[in-house]
Every structure is written in structure tokens, then in C-alpha cells.
């Protein structure tokens, strides 16, 4: 699935990613990157609304685990179980959140269990960024059911 694809299936599957102008890429294999505008992300203090970095955190692991199921040819319906965030400062610009696989090992057992038991879950870290400072990191437990 590409990019653009998967920004597709975002829009049409879930309402929110469209209003929040949400788009996909991937920088590299293990990595998912989302983004969108400022205008409709802002709260009334000129900054990103923080249900937004939450959105973007959140849609950023989803579409990582996703997609990695679908290059796997394990296709599987993926759902967030859990999430801690923290907002460690304002953001004052188009929100960019990166989420990326943990490590080899919880990413292979992973998979061994969602073949062999057709379900499975993945602890996946996201960070939101301004430039080159985080702005918030995120963590979410996702869980995936074999299709």
C-alpha cells in the first residue's frame, strides 16, 4: 500500500483524519509519518490543539501497524487497546507525527502470534515534532485480529 493509498483509506475510513487534513508518507521501512495544516488543527491560544497531536500520534502508529500486517500478507484489523501521550510544549506549526516499530524482537513475537493465534499486540512509540524539538511523545498498545 502506498502513501497515498493509505491516506485515502484514512479519509474515507475514519471522518476525523479528512477534517484534520491529514496526510501519510513514509520516510523509511519501520516508519510512518503523518501530517496536515495548522488552521484546522489550532486551538484559541495559537497553537496545535493537543486532541489533535493525540489524533495525529494515534493515526501515525495505526497506519504503521497496518500497513505493516499488509506486507506481512497478514491482513488484520488493527485497533488502539491503550495510549499514554505527554505534551512536552506547544506546537506553533503544521503538526508532523512520526511513529516507528519497536524493537526486532517484540516486532517478530508480534507477528508469531498474530499467525499463530490469529490476534496480537504491539507497544508502538510516536513522537510529534516541531523542527527538531519533540513536542510530545506517545506510546499505544495496538492490537490486531486476523481478518
Request: with cysteine; glycine share 6%.
Amino acid at each position: 500500500m502506498t502513501a497515498a493509498e493509505l491516506t485515502t483509506l484514512l479519509h474515507q475510513e475514519i471522518p476525523l483524519a479528512h477534517a484534520l487534513g491529514l496526510a501519510v508518507s513514509m520516510p523509511e521501512p519501520g516508519r510512518m509519518r503523518v501530517c496536515g495544516p495548522f488552521d484546522p488543527n489550532r486551538n484559541l491560544h495559537g497553537t496545535v490543539f493537543a486532541g489533535s497531536i493525540y489524533c495525529f500520534a494515534t493515526l501515525a502508529g495505526w497506519s504503521l501497524v497496518h500497513d505493516y500486517c499488509q506486507r506481512q500478507s497478514v491482513p488484520a484489523a488493527v485497533v488502539l487497546r491503550h495510549a499514554d501521550i505527554r505534551y512536552l510544549r506547544p506546537v506553533f506549526s503544521a503538526p508532523v507525527a512520526e511513529a516507528w516499530l519497536p524493537e526486532a524482537a517484540d516486532v517478530d513475537q508480534f507477528l508469531h502470534n498474530l499467525r499463530s493465534k490469529g490476534r496480537a499486540r504491539l507497544l508502538v512509540p510516536a513522537e510529534l515534532k516541531e523542527g527538531d524539538r519533540v513536542a510530545a511523545r506517545f506510546l499505544g498498545e495496538f492490537v490486531a485480529s486476523a481478518e
